[in-house]
């Protein structure tokens, strides 16, 4: 079982900078793809980024260029790095586990990103 824990939400005004961490328990976190999901009042739960265990990542078309998705295998840590953001990212942010580029077998608890001036 891996249990997830993710900080770092809050509120940001458009062009900000947010920095969310999810931070895993468990020996395997280094065999496991992360990701980060998020899902907006009346819409469906989507794809924001994902990193497997050998470092390879996937980008939602919205946030490239502005999303960055890291690992820290010796802190059994991962981080999703926002900026530039936009109303339209507001949201819950959810960690993920699992395995491919959409790593689905294992949810954090979400943390909510605001934003809004």
């Known amino acids: 079982q891996v249990q997830l824990v993710e900080s770092g939400g809050g509120l940001v005004q458009p062009g900000g900078s947010l920095r969310l961490s999810c931070a895993a328990s468990g020996s395997i976190f280094r065999l496991l793809a992360m990701g980060w999901y998020r899902q907006a009042p009346g819409k469906q739960r989507e794809l924001v980024a994902a990193?497997?265990?050998?470092?390879?990542?996937n980008y939602a078309n919205s946030v490239k260029g502005r999303f960055t998705i890291s690992r820290d295998n010796t802190k059994n840590t991962v981080s999703l790095q926002m900026n530039s953001l936009k109303p339209e990212d507001t949201a819950i942010y959810s960690c993920?586990?699992?395995?491919?580029?959409?790593?689905?077998?294992?949810w954090g608890q979400g943390t909510q990103v605001t934003v809004s001036s």
């Open positions: 990193i497997t265990s050998g470092g390879s990542t």
């Open positions: 993920s586990a699992g395995s491919g580029l959409s790593p689905m077998t294992y």
